[in-house]
């Protein structure tokens, strides 16, 4: 079975680290896109950053201030957050498309077929 397993979720003060692992198993082939989304209370589920086997990129908001790198070996995706704002607050999930997706990467939720159950990030003011 496919299964992408977060954790590294916690409570910080604003101005905080946190780092999140997303370790996926069960695919027979690497992905070409993983990714981080967050949902907040009462907004839409958004891309946070993605990754393909040659490139990264990040949502305007957290640029300068998250850094996404991935083990492509081990189907292992990691998230460094610094500097995180009260804004950051939300459970963040990990995604992947399937192996044999060869297109682009991006924010677009319906490119990914496989998701985390989700790790909860809180930011204190």
């Known amino acids: 079975q496919v299964q992408l397993a977060e954790s590294g979720g916690g409570s910080v003060q604003a101005g905080g680290s946190l780092r999140l692992t997303c370790v996926a198993s069960g695919l027979a082939d690497s992905s070409n896109c993983m990714g981080w989304f967050r949902q907040a209370p009462g907004k839409e589920r958004e891309g946070v950053a993605w990754?393909?086997?040659?490139?990264?990129d990040y949502a305007s908001t957290v640029k300068g201030r998250f850094t996404l790198s991935r083990d492509i070996a081990r189907d292992t995706l990691y998230l460094q957050m610094d500097s995180l704002q009260p804004e950051d607050a939300g459970v963040y999930y990990c995604?992947?498309?399937?192996?044999?997706?060869?297109?682009?990467?991006?924010?677009?939720?319906?490119?990914?077929?496989?998701w985390g159950q989700g790790t909860q990030v809180t930011v204190s003011s």
């Open positions: 990754i393909s086997t040659v490139s990264t």
């Open positions: 995604a992947a498309t399937s192996p044999w997706f060869s297109g682009q990467c991006g924010t677009d939720s319906a490119t990914y077929t496989f």
